[in-house]
């Protein structure tokens, strides 16, 4: 008997192609639902045996009473098939709907299962992976942790090249096939141009098979020529096979193919051909970033079943045009296709990127505020569509978890002492779910366990810079306020007693909320060293390590609406500043020199003059101390007026001066009076906004001093590059616990990590940073 398999997305499709393929009387021999869709097993009725004559009997059949009716014929072998067809199709489709009711179930059991369920759809994600992987969601997670497990399952899944070597050997040969205008041919030459940068021009040979379109077959001699390698164009399977032939065994072949759409006959006889190449031919999937879901998921069935070698990967192209990324990751993990490369543009050679499972998923789950959500349920849909009935709680998973709860509340408030007496697992449960709901704290979470890790981390820094951005971005997203780019320094410890200084970007957005830090500076006396890759022998000084940050925050993310915040007001650094066109504002000193109505003056004569208004603090949720009062202590005045920075031989510069004063709300006696200058083009530059601003700078240098206490828990690595993973997780740990301090929602998450820490309730400055680690290390140890 010969059993053939079919794949379908949907029962109905796998019966189609069976039918397709065998006919109407197919005998179906297992059906079963797998990742992405149902396989079943069929055969030709024609290969069953037939039954054998029956034996005759040797006493004659007496003949049956007239009014008995005859006795039922057996069933004919056709007629059994049929049957058979029948129950194959009814279990199928008793396994779907039994699988939908488990899912849905899963839906109404966990409600962030829905949550991320409808999230991910937006993001481009197909209902077959979402199924299979929110099934395993665990249960009680904040909406937060449940996205941040969703990255991590997405991240670990998703297959990609592990590295260039494995695919660059000698004598390799690579064959890009796809449909139409995915931009192959394109690809080919970025290929080319990266090969022959390994290994110099006379390491490759280009071949194409597509004489079909208008000029395809010039355009990559043109590339050939420019790149000085060999193009020959190949019309059938004999030419290719003499071509190849004709090649050296240590030469790498590279062979652009004819685009076929999916449901072309011609694909099969495209893998026939590259099959008879006379040398094995390894084919690479190209899926344009920018296709629907349902039309990448159609391409990658047809090239993986279509008769050749199966792809060892695929290539993700015109990820720049795409407003989703998900359903492109999507058709690498259900299909395992390693992505071997992503291409972000048309030109030739730049726009190819070696790919990093994190950073793409970061990307694709990266909010689009351009992009409006059309094919995608919003969360009314959700709410119309699901049942709002509650499944019972099963009391048997209540009462274990109570039990685990007693068990492990001693130890846990061991960690404590004394000071732990007051509080409850309840309370330890509610201090690690604060560290999931904020984005500044979970980042530096994960990134305290990567560093404290044991075994090494691969992660490139990049990727953990591109991911800190996006976190800003998308918090931006969520709230829609500004950002703001606080850029401080800290004095910092070496292991060998020596001296050195950590800066960064702390990006925090215009309510006081801390988010993450993307650029970081380290400088010790043998050399300097910058998150962005840079390096030097000797550090720059200030002024000039300031205005690196700036621009290179400035170059790589001028999407994002920044608004840098930074101390000193010397007319030159302005000035240069200015001239790299971003928002800034300066905080400076009442001495500062300006002028004012055509006279010279400084800032803190013309604050005098100036009419001062209350401003609002219900503006700033994100600060709970100012000045190391509650902010319920203290009230603010602030004013603003335009002035002009005035400097020999140069022209007059127009800027907007604000004054900030806080006093006690007791007695009203100054507390401290703020200065800062201000140039910011995309904003009616308010008081009050300004002021904001200035206070949260005055605030936010608080994370550069608990990152120095951060650094000093550090303990050093080995590995390269982990001095900058180590600047990374400091100042990202600084920052949160800063957030920690700072936020009216952290009161159990403080006094969690005062009690850890062996001190009052309130959490002292100078136990923030050592409470913040034992925090993580009890979230490490309660659960997920």
């Not at 997405?154 to 695919?167: F, I, R």
Request: charged residues 20%.
């Amino acid at each position: 008997m010969n059993i053939s398999r079919f794949f379908g997305s949907t029962n109905r499709e796998a019966l189609r192609q069976v039918r397709l393929a065998l006919g109407p009387d197919a005998l179906i021999v297992s059906n079963r639902r797998i990742n992405g869709g149902v396989e079943i097993l069929a055969t030709d009725p024609t290969s069953v045996p037939p039954d054998g004559p029956a034996t005759a009997p040797s006493q004659p059949i007496p003949a049956a009473p007239p009014r008995m009716a005859p006795p039922p014929r057996p069933a004919a072998p056709d007629a059994r098939v049929e049957v058979m067809s029948a129950i194959g199709e009814m279990r199928g489709a008793l396994e779907s709907r039994i699988d939908e009711l488990m899912w849905g179930n899963q839906l109404r059991r966990v409600p962030q299962a829905a949550l991320l369920f409808q999230a991910m759809l937006g993001f481009g994600f197909s209902t077959a992976l979402l199924r299979a992987m929110l099934k395993r969601l665990p249960e009680h997670l904040s909406s937060k942790a449940a996205f941040q497990w969703a990255r991590n399952e997405l991240a670990t899944h998703l297959p990609v090249l592990d590295s260039e070597d494995a695919l660059w050997t000698r004598g390799q040969a690579l064959a890009l096939v796809g449909p139409t205008g995915v931009g192959k041919t394109t690809t080919i030459a970025k290929l080319a141009a990266r090969c022959v940068r390994r290994s110099g021009p006379g390491s490759l040979v280009l071949l194409t098979t597509d004489t079909y379109r208008i000029g395809a077959h010039e355009q990559l001699k043109i590339y050939g020529q420019m790149l000085r390698v060999p193009v020959h164009v190949v019309q059938d399977v004999q030419e290719l096979r003499r071509i190849v032939q004709g090649i050296s065994a240590e030469q790498t072949i590279l062979i652009d193919n004819v685009g076929i759409s999916q449901r072309d006959r011609y694909i099969s006889e495209q893998a026939a051909m590259l099959a008879g190449a006379g040398r094995p031919v390894n084919r690479l999937l190209v899926l344009n970033a920018s296709s629907h879901g349902d039309t990448l998921d159609e391409v990658a069935r047809t090239y993986a079943g279509d008769g050749g070698s199966p792809p060892i990967g695929c290539i993700i192209t015109k990820i720049d045009e795409a407003s989703r990324l998900g359903a492109a990751l999507d058709t690498a993990i259900r299909y395992q296709l390693p992505i071997h490369y992503v291409s972000n543009g048309q030109k030739v050679p730049e726009n190819l990127i070696l790919p990093n499972a994190a950073d793409l998923v970061d990307q694709a789950l990266a909010h689009n505020q351009q992009a409006s959500a059309l094919y995608a349920p919003t969360e009314a849909d959700f709410a119309a569509l699901m049942s709002l009935t509650k499944v019972p709680e099963d009391t048997t998973q209540a009462a274990a978890a109570e039990s685990r709860r007693k068990r492990l509340l001693p130890g846990l408030l061991s960690m404590a002492g004394g000071a732990g007496s007051g509080l409850t697992m309840d309370d330890l449960h509610a201090a690690c779910g604060y560290i999931d709901e904020r984005a500044s704290v979970s980042e530096a979470y994960d990134l305290w366990r990567s560093y404290t890790n044991a075994k090494p981390d691969a992660t490139p820094l990049e990727s953990y810079v591109r991911h800190m951005v996006r976190v800003a971005q998308n918090e931006l997203a969520d709230n829609g306020r500004r950002l703001l780019a606080v850029h401080e320094q800290t004095a910092i410890a070496t292991q060998s007693g020596g001296r050195g200084r950590l800066r960064a970007a702390l990006l925090v957005d215009d309510g006081g909320q801390a988010l993450s830090s993307p650029m970081q500076q380290l400088s010790f006396a043998d050399g300097w060293l910058s998150s962005c890759g840079g390096a030097a022998q000797h550090a720059p000084g200030a002024n000039d390590a300031l205005h690196h940050q700036i621009e290179w925050l400035a170059n790589h993310h001028g999407q994002l609406p920044l608004v840098h915040l930074f101390d000193g007001a010397s007319q030159a650094l302005l000035r240069r500043i200015d001239g790299l066109g971003v928002d800034w504002l300066a905080q400076c000193t009442a001495t500062t020199r300006i002028e004012f109505d055509s006279c010279a003056t400084t800032a803190g004569a013309l604050a005098k003059t100036l009419a001062h208004a209350p401003l609002d603090a219900a503006r700033l949720p994100g600060l709970s101390e100012l000045e190391g009062f509650a902010a319920a202590d203290v009230v603010l005045w602030a004013a603003s007026e335009k002035v002009r920075l005035t400097a020999r031989g140069q022209a007059a510069q127009d800027v907007q001066m604000v004054s900030l004063r806080i006093l006690k709300r007791a007695d009203g006696a100054v507390v401290k009076t703020l200065f800062g200058l201000a140039c910011i083009k995309g904003l009616a530059a308010e008081s009050e906004w300004l002021a904001r601003a200035l206070l949260i700078r005055s605030e936010a240098r608080q994370g550069m001093r608990y990152a120095a206490r951060c650094w000093q828990n550090l303990a050093p690595r080995s590995e390269a590059g982990s001095l900058q993973k180590k600047a990374l997780t400091a100042v990202q740990s600084g920052l949160a616990a800063w957030q920690l301090k700072q936020d009216a929602q952290a009161a159990v998450a403080r006094a969690v990590a005062a009690s850890l820490a062996g001190g009052k309730p309130g959490l002292p400055a100078s136990l923030a940073a050592t409470g913040l680690f034992k925090l993580f290390a009890l979230k490490e140890m309660v659960g997920p």
